[in-house]
């Protein structure tokens, strides 16, 4: 493969990057907020979260491999995976790194799962949210096409439906929080 190609590679797995993994954090919302996706039986939306985040750990994998093999920049295996240390472009390259060492660890403790117990999966789970807005900067700062149109409002989009969604979860997280205590007062209330 030419420089060229790898780099066209690099790129557009990038771009697939930040829409799977934007997809992947809805579904992860939809998940925990129980939301039954058309056409589907709840169930189904988690494994379509699954799914599509092993799709997008294959593209981020891609990514990675390319950006490493590409001769035109000087990227080691070492500087994708210890955040810093690169000397092409640190601190962008850094950030790629960090929300690549804390997708890893999702992905590991997802695979170890039923070993470790659900409270430190999710635990380490909620890594994910992190990782996604610190990937979002790394390509914001490091993307070739970050200052194209239809890049630009790519990004928007996708900062603007994982926002909507977060404020959604964490909205019905409070209004369930305010329920809880009323109902309990009406319970023991009914015991008194």
Do not use: K, Q
């Amino acid at each position: 493969m030419t420089s060229e190609t790898l780099w066209y590679v690099n790129r557009a797995t990038g771009v697939v990057c930040l829409v799977l993994f934007t997809v992947v954090v809805l579904l992860g919302i939809a998940v925990r907020l129980r939301t039954r996706l058309p056409g589907l039986p709840r169930f189904g939306t988690m494994s379509l979260h699954r799914m599509l985040s092993l799709s997008a750990t294959a593209f981020l994998a891609l990514h990675v491999t390319v950006a490493v093999v590409d001769g035109y920049v000087n990227i080691t295996a070492l500087d994708a995976l210890v955040p810093f240390v690169s000397d092409y472009r640190p601190l962008w390259l850094g950030l790629g790194t960090v929300a690549l060492d804390l997708m890893l660890a999702v992905l590991v403790t997802s695979l170890l799962r039923e070993r470790l117990g659900h409270r430190a999966w999710r635990a380490v789970h909620w890594l994910a949210y992190g990782s996604w807005p610190v990937a979002l900067v790394h390509g914001i700062g490091i993307g070739t096409d970050s200052g194209a149109d239809w890049m630009t409002w790519l990004t928007v989009s996708c900062v603007a439906t994982v926002v909507a969604a977060f404020a959604l979860r964490t909205a019905r997280t409070v209004r369930a929080a305010r329920r809880t205590p009323t109902a309990l007062l009406h319970t023991e209330g009914a015991h008194a």
